[in-house]
């Protein structure tokens, strides 16, 4: 079970920090990401990790402004989003599967909103 938590309510310019904790399992073996789903728009990735910390991939819109991380002892992956923009709002979800930008996902969070006021 992945469990995320952290999303809520920033200004524009504000930050805010994503967790995804995983319980039950081990997701070392995975790699970990970010997925964003905004209202009336299909669910698209934002941001991934290799297994061992290393390999980032980020969509081009956040490249810049958010940081993806890893604690593979903690079984937790974060997004650190700053400069945030109001087209960053979105159901945000964790997942963890393969790929390099998580193609294939196996796992998924549930999701934690986040709403970017302007």
């Known amino acids: 079970q992945l469990q995320a938590s952290g999303g809520g309510l920033v200004q524009a310019g504000g930050s805010l920090r994503l967790s995804c904790a995983a319980s039950?399992?081990?997701?070392?073996?995975?790699?970990m990401g970010w997925f964003r789903q905004a209202p009336g728009k299909e669910r698209a990735i934002v941001a991934a990790?290799?297994?061992?910390?290393?390999?980032?991939y980020y969509t081009d819109s956040v490249k810049g402004r958010f940081t993806i991380s890893r604690d593979n002892d903690k079984n937790t992956v974060y997004l650190q989003m700053n400069s945030l923009k109001s087209g960053d709002t979105a159901v945000y979800y964790c997942a963890a599967g393969g790929g390099y930008n998580l193609r294939t996902v196996h796992f998924w969070g549930q999701g934690t909103q986040v709403t970017v006021s302007s």
């Open positions: 990790i290799s297994q061992t910390p290393g390999t980032e």
């Open positions: 039950g399992r081990t997701v070392r073996r995975y790699v």
